[in-house]
């Protein structure tokens, strides 16, 4: 696996673990405050803008090997 491959799975790995905590720990709610929240918008919006960023290249991509 690329480093990129790595990154990328730790991403989901560490989401998979939040809702975990979430879904199976509801003692653990109360650490969940203001900035976890912050921190997990910023990463959403970073995360849908990469994914718009990697969808123009692939159809930009697509489009020469067409033309």
Do not use: C
């Not at 803008?49 to 067409?66: P, T, V, W």
């Amino acid at each position: 696996m690329s480093d990129l491959g790595h990154m990328t799975n730790g991403i989901l790995d560490n989401a998979l673990d939040l809702v975990e905590i979430w879904k199976t720990s509801p003692w653990r709610r109360d650490e969940f405050g203001r900035r976890e929240l912050e921190d997990i918008e910023k990463a959403q919006k970073q995360l849908a803008g990469l994914q718009q960023y990697i969808l123009i290249y692939m159809n930009r991509k697509r489009l020469k090997e067409i033309a």
